[in-house]
T-cell receptor
Framework: RKEVEQDPGPFNVPEGATVAFNCTYS??????FFWYRQDCRKEPKLLMS???SGNEDGRFTAQLNRASQYISLLIRDSKLSDSATYLC???????????FGGGTRLMVKP | DAGVIQSPRHEVTEMGQEVTLRCKPI?????LFWYRQTMMRGLELLIY????????DSGMPEDRFSAKMPNASFSTLKIQPSEPRDSAVYFC????????????FGNGTRLTVT
């Protein structure tokens, strides 16, 4: 079993739709969680950190469920520019061991 | 801040040649990571440094790969001799001290070994 698992997709959604991704992790000692966005042929860029109480940044909401060991990302009112691959990242050992999921590809259509 | 700077952006070389990838971290970031990304295997950690010292190189594929960080502002990843299966995008990423500090990636080096 992979340490961090994501549904690879692709998720094909129309503009304006709400879409959610989940990411499960196996290491219960995981301490920090992040969502990154990667555009085709570009580097991953931090989208948002994920806090225990959940957090929101505009149209994006991240949640953490430690009991079930998963994090989620919700995107409301999808834009064409949201089309990308979304990577979840889980870290432990004071942030030195970071494990990336395989990514979920999102395609927003007009 | 200019961010993490990698060079070259693209490298095409023949099998057997030596390849050197370069990285300049964000000033003040104590940690530097080298990753490799392929379609088949996703992002793989090769090695990371803390304060210029290699901490974990268990992800380095084999002896053909080596990495150095001679000072806080420069790191190299060397492949000698290169093989076609080394073709991938190589990312350097750095982060500040602190458990919740995120990684910041460079633009990557796209390596093609023919």
């Amino acid at each position: 079993r992979k340490e961090v698992e994501q549904d690879p997709g692709p998720f094909n959604v129309p503009e304006g739709a709400t879409v959610a991704f989940n990411c499960t992790y196996s290491n219960s000692a995981s301490q920090s969680f992040f969502w990154y966005r990667q555009d085709c042929r570009k580097e991953p860029k931090l989208l948002m950190s994920v806090y225990s109480s959940g957090n929101e940044d505009g149209r994006f909401t991240a949640q953490l469920n430690r009991a079930s060991q998963y994090i989620s990302l919700l995107i409301r009112d999808s834009k064409l520019s949201d089309s990308a691959t979304y990577l979840c990242v889980v870290s432990y050992n004071a942030g030195n061991m970071l494990t990336f999921g395989g990514g979920t590809r999102l395609m927003v259509k007009p | 801040d200019a961010g993490v700077i990698q060079s070259p952006r693209h490298e095409v070389t023949e099998m057997g040649q030596e390849v050197t990838l370069r990285c300049k971290p964000i000033s003040g970031h104590d940690y530097l990571f080298w990753y490799r990304q392929t379609m088949m295997r996703g992002l793989e950690l090769l090695i990371y440094f803390n304060n210029n010292v290699p901490i974990d190189d268990s992800g380095m594929p084999e002896d053909r790969f080596s990495a150095k960080m001679p000072n806080a502002s420069f790191s190299t990843l060397k492949i000698q001799p290169s093989e076609p299966r080394d073709s991938a995008v190589y990312f350097c990423a750095t982060r500040a001290r602190g458990r919740d500090s995120p990684l910041h990636f460079g633009n990557g080096t796209r390596l093609t070994v023919t």
